[in-house]
Every structure is written in C-alpha cells, then in structure tokens.
C-alpha cells in the first residue's frame, strides 16, 4: 500500500503562483509513476502531469505546459506541483496519484493509478 497525503493549496490571485506537494509513504518503491490530476466542480478529474520514478520521463497536460512544473525528492518521498501564471480555470481540487504498473510511457489515464491522496482545493480569483 502507498499513502499520499496533499499539501499546498489555497487562494491566489490570477498571475500568481502555488507549490503543491505529496507526501508519500509505505510501498513507495513500488510505484512506477506519480502524476498529479484536477477535478473542477461538474466536471470530470483530468491529468495534469506525471513524471516517471526514475525521473527520466516527464508529461504535462497542454493547458499547463510552460506555466507547471512536476518534480520529486526521492529522499524526502515527495512530488511537487509547481504552479505560476495561474489562471481562474486552473481552480479545482488537485489530487495526487501513484501508478505500480511498469508501462512503455507514462499513461494519462486516471483508471490506471492505484492509489490517490485526498486532494487539495486550489482556488484562483481574476
């Protein structure tokens, strides 16, 4: 089992920006790959990035790309999100996910993580 526990989130003002992070413990060595997701109000939780264990291998949604950054301490079992430029449609709560299956890419699927975090509210004003 892995846990994963979000920290981070908050309100923000439009061009601002947030780190979230993800604290992982128990059978950390076992997962794959750690991607962050969102899921706005009424709508369905989307990928956001991902990044493979061995680092060498990195996927960001487009709506994020050049604007977040996805990152992890291996020493400190943790995955960040860093977030600038951030915009009103980038609120929603952010969850952390963690996929055990060795895949040929980092998948974007959201069936394909087996564990999740209780997500963490992001909240930005215009």
């Known amino acids: 089992q892995v846990k994963l526990v979000e920290s981070g989130g908050g309100l923000v003002q439009a061009g601002g920006s947030l780190r979230l992070s993800c604290a992982a413990s128990g059978r950390t060595s076992s997962v794959y790959a750690w991607g962050w997701f969102r899921q706005a109000p009424g709508k369905e939780r989307e990928f956001v990035a991902a990044?493979?264990?061995?680092?060498?291998?990195?996927d960001y949604a487009d709506s994020v790309k050049g604007r977040f950054t996805i990152s992890r301490d291996n020493a400190k079992n943790t995955v960040y999100l860093q977030m600038n430029s951030l915009k009103p449609e980038d609120t929603a709560v952010y969850y952390c996910?963690?996929?055990?299956?060795?895949?040929?890419?980092?998948?974007?699927?959201?069936?394909?993580?087996?564990?999740w975090g209780q997500g963490t509210q992001v909240t930005v004003s215009s």
């Open positions: 996910a963690a996929d055990s299956v060795r895949r040929i890419r980092i998948s974007r699927a959201k069936i394909e993580y087996d564990y």
């Open positions: 990044i493979r264990w061995s680092y060498d291998s990195l």
